[in-house]
């Protein structure tokens, strides 16, 4: 069966055939399935592992922005936003003034509270 150098492989001595995932959903009847079909199986498996690894990406930079936002004051990211706001015109500035700084105070602190809650939601 051996070749010199100088001969030529006919076709049918080699087979160029590649076991592949069959996509036109033919149904095979049970005894004529073999380990080939594993081959669906294992690309499923991989679409469902991918989708997992993606939500979990997603949930890990959602939650380093949250964290990054917590550390670094007002800069939270853009995807959350927070404001409170009471503005009267109460015609004494000092008057207005104290009402912004315990609205302000009021703000920071449900603001940390939210961000450490969110932060801790993604890590459990």
């Not at 055939?17 to 069959?22: A, I």
């Not at 592992?49 to 800069?75: D, H, P, T, V």
Request: glycine fraction near 6%; charged fraction near 35%; hydrophobic fraction near 30%.
């Amino acid at each position: 069966m051996g070749h010199s150098s100088n001969e030529t492989f006919d076709d049918e001595d080699v087979e160029f055939s590649l076991d592949v995932t069959d996509i036109k959903g033919t149904q095979k009847r049970e005894e004529e399935k073999t380990g080939d079909d594993f081959a669906g199986i294992i690309s499923t498996a991989v679409k469902e592992l991918r989708s997992k690894m993606e939500i979990r990406f997603a949930i890990a930079k959602a939650r380093e922005g949250l964290a990054y936002g917590l550390q670094e004051g007002n800069n939270v990211p853009p995807f959350c936003r927070l404001q409170l706001s009471c503005r009267p015109d109460v015609f004494d500035k000092n008057i207005y003034l104290e009402l912004q700084k315990t609205w302000d105070q009021k703000e920071e602190t449900i603001r940390k509270t939210l961000l450490t809650e969110s932060v801790e939601f993604f890590d459990s």
